[in-house]
Each structure stands twice: as C-alpha cells, then as structure tokens.
C-alpha cells in the first residue's frame, strides 16, 4: 500500500515557475514508476510526465516538453514536477501517482495503482 500527498500548488503569473513535490508513504517507494497527470475542469485526467524507479528514465507529455522536469529523491520517498514557463493553459488539478510493471504505458492513467488527492495550480495570464 503507498500513500501520496501532493504539495506546492498555487497561484502564478504566466511565465513564471512552481514546484509541486508528492511524498509518499510505505517503505517500497523506490519500486514504483512515478507519475504526474493534470485535469482541467471539464477535461478528462492527462498524462504530464512519468519517471522510472531509478530515476534514469523519464518521459513527458509533448505539452511540456523543454519546460517541465520530473525527478524523484527514493531516500526522502519524494517525486517532484518542477514547471517552468508556466502557460494559462497549464491551469489543472495535479495528481501524482504511483505504478509498478516499470515504465510500459507510462503515459495511461489504467498503468497506476495510487494516486494523490490533487494539488491546483492555476497560471494567470
């Protein structure tokens, strides 16, 4: 069992830069691939960024590609999505999430078998 609690969201002016962070509970962390997704209001829940036991892998959305870096620290149990140039556009729900099977369909929120309550991050244009 894993728990995640995401932190960090906010409030921020298009261009500008946040870091949300996700700690997880249960001594197995470093096992589980990690994931970011984000729901916009009306949207259906989208793929953002997935990152690899290790940390040797990761992968992202085309959306945030050259903007947004996953990374994971597995001795403080924590993944991180630090957002940078942020867009109007970028304003949703983030969720973090938790799957084992190693980095195969990273990118669907099926692969996942935790996930956090949800931090919000709104850009202002």
């Known amino acids: 069992q894993v728990q995640l609690v995401e932190s960090g969201g906010g409030l921020v002016q298009a261009g500008g830069s946040l870091r949300v962070s996700c700690a997880a509970s249960?001594?197995?962390?470093?096992?589980?691939?990690m994931g970011w997704f984000r729901q916009a209001p009306g949207k259906e829940r989208e793929f953002v960024a997935a990152?690899?036991?290790?940390?040797?892998?990761?992968y992202y959305a085309d959306s945030v590609k050259g903007r947004f870096t996953i990374s994971r620290d597995n001795a403080k149990n924590t993944v991180y999505l630090q957002m940078n140039s942020l867009k109007p556009e970028d304003t949703a729900v983030y969720y973090c999430?938790?799957?084992?099977?190693?980095?195969?369909?990273?990118?669907?929120?099926?692969?996942?078998?935790?996930w956090g309550q949800g931090t919000q991050v709104t850009v202002s244009s």
């Open positions: 249960g001594r197995t962390f470093s096992s589980y691939t």
């Open positions: 999430a938790a799957g084992l099977g190693g980095l195969s369909f990273y990118y669907a929120v099926g692969k996942y078998d935790y």
């Open positions: 990152i690899s036991w290790s940390g040797g892998n990761a």
